[in-house]
Nanobody
Framework: VQLQASGGGSVQAGSSLRLSCAAS????????LGWFRQAPGYEREFVAVVSWDGSRTNYADAVKGRFTISRDGARVMAYLQMSNLKPKDSAVYYC???????????????WGQGTLVTVSS
């Protein structure tokens, strides 16, 4: 499975951005798709995940109510709509695919290359 993340950029606090993750390869539509982020000097942390069929989602407490994860009908795209962005949201955001619907990095087998989000105050 190959994952291509896009949509990052530099924005002001309070702005919105939508990240996209394109999944390709064998059985890519059968994996849960998640987003993680990693800021300089910090460990990679879970942001959100959507189940393979789009019916279930899970969010980190830090983004609940501000971020929304979704999946397209063909199940090959995942989106992360980020609203009311804060400087602490600045990080490289990674798309990941895995078989378990949880926040642990070890749940995810395939990883994309990351897209940078910078939020200035």
């Amino acid at each position: 499975v190959q994952l291509q993340a896009s949509g990052g950029g530099s924005v002001q606090a309070g702005s919105s951005l939508r990240l996209s993750c394109a999944a390709s390869g064998r059985s890519s539509d059968g994996y849960n798709l998640g987003w993680f982020r990693q800021a300089p000097g910090y460990e990679r942390e879970f942001v959100a995940v959507v189940s393979w069929d789009g019916s279930r989602t899970n969010y980190a407490d830090a983004v609940k109510g501000r971020f929304t994860i979704s999946r397209d009908g063909a199940r090959v795209m995942a989106y992360l709509q980020m609203s009311n962005l804060k400087p602490k949201d600045s990080a490289v955001y990674y798309c990941a695919a895995g078989g378990l619907l949880g926040p642990e990095v070890a749940n995810y087998v395939f990883w994309g290359q990351g897209t940078l989000v910078t939020v200035s105050s």
